[in-house]
């Protein structure tokens, strides 16, 4: 799963200039932080804003009437042996539907729930048996999203109901059921979220932050019921961990709102992390065949090509070589490249919402702060820094500086550079698809 990494001894980083802080350096071990096997056809896609979860999947109805509210994510429940209301909105053509309105998914799964807690009624997370019914219920997840049209690089969330922090055997339980649920996730391509109990389950977690036993999830998403939506100074969290888009907060419990006179029974929530990725469906409007090509420019090679009119399916944007009036080109879902100028998007210019921009994310390890440089190498300005755990979102990768065992060097979503030594992607001496190259 993860790559094994030396141990950085800090004399030794400050005489190569490395581009680390001098903290804390943490063992080189698979876990906390295990690498992430994307597919060709994968994103990641990331909320920031109001959202709210109801126990059933409103109607398109309802969701369309709900443009009025100040939301635009919903929380819904995609699987699980605890999922307490029936499903029947929730279908493929829904999630097409709403996400094509320009609403973002955050897929939930409420399976076995700790002995020390849930409802009597809830099968249980069986301490014998724990790694294996996390895995188990990984793979029922992402067959169940699969089935209703999301796709690797989704970030799917496991609930985990409150529970008594003072039965270890219990405890150690549930943190082994989400160790085994983050690894076979991370193993299949998605993204692991954990939804807790603030005050119990995220304290437990969070405990075992840096922990080499445990496989470090990439968010987390606690309930709270404050009516704060703030995503820091989290009692028991420090503000490093889970710091870099990677937080969501249920602040407000059941109750009703209306908007547009529809009513919906709903906890509110505020996000900034990864959520569900989908296809979107475009049309070809060149009059010629159009090339579909295995990176962003016309100097990359040819893979197909589809007829004027054709469909094509969309998973996200990013840039590349100018073509006519734009130089956003589109990622289908076999990984391949077409400019967005012969796309039936709603820009010919620019991006076009609502499909996200192209990238990658990975936790960082190895230290506990790694400098982001303004190039790719470390005589470039410190233009900030991501701490241990953080998700390094990988939108290209290039060739710099030496730094121990490699030079790709990684660009983030917001523009900075980081060694992708201590980026945990499937390698750490030469590129790691499916990223393209900057």
Known sequence: MGRLRKVVRIGAVAAASLAISMATVLPA??????????????????????????????????????????????????????????????????????????????????????????????????????????????????????????????????????????????????????????????????????????????????????????????????????????????????NSYWAVHQRAKQYRGSHDETYGGATLNIDNDYFDAPVATVRYSYKVTSTVPLNARTGPSTTYPVVRQYSSGS?????????????????????????????????????STGFSAPLPRCNYGYQISGASSVNLRSGPGTTYPIVGTIPEGGLAAVTCQKSGALVLTTRIWDRLDNGKWVSDYYVVNPSNTTYSGPAQRC
């Not at 307490?84 to 399976?111: E, F």
């Not at 990984?138 to 409150?162: P, R, W």
């Not at 404050?226 to 100074?233: I, V």
């Not at 100028?341 to 820009?347: A, D, H, I, M, Q």
Request: with cysteine.
């Open 311 to 347: 469909s094509l399916s969309v998973l996200c944007q990013t840039t590349g070589q100018t073509i006519s009036t734009t130089s956003v080109w589109d990622r289908l879902s076999d990984g391949s490249y077409v400019s967005d100028y012969y796309v039936s998007t709603p820009s």
């Open 29 to 238: 071990v698979a876990n906390p932080a295990t690498s992430i096997a994307y597919p060709n056809g994968s994103t990641n896609t990331r909320y920031v804003g109001k959202a709210f979860d109801a126990c059933t999947a409103p109607s398109l109805a309802t969701i369309q009437k709900w443009s009025a509210s100040p939301y635009r994510a919903l929380g819904v429940y995609v699987g699980g042996n605890s999922r307490t209301c029936t499903q029947p909105n929730l279908t493929a053509a829904w999630v097409t539907a709403v996400t094509k309105m320009g609403w973002r998914l955050i897929p939930i799964y409420k399976g076995a729930q700790p002995t020390c807690g849930g409802r009597v009624t809830d099968p249980k997370i069986i301490p014998s048996t724990a790694a294996a019914q996390g895995k188990a219920s990984a793979d029922d997840m992402i067959g169940k999203a699969n089935a209703l049209g999301m796709v690797a690089g989704s970030g799917f969330y496991l609930d985990i109901e409150a529970y008594s922090r003072t039965d270890a055997t219990c405890r150690t339980a549930v943190l082994t059921f989400e160790s085994a649920w983050t690894k076979q996730l991370h193993a299949r391509g998605y993204l692991s979220g954990l939804y807790l109990n603030l005050l119990n389950g995220a304290a437990d977690t969070a405990a075992v932050y840096n922990s080499t036993t445990y496989a470090r999830p990439d968010a987390i998403w606690v309930a709270r019921y404050d009516l704060s939506t703030s995503l820091t100074n989290w009692t028991g969290i420090p």
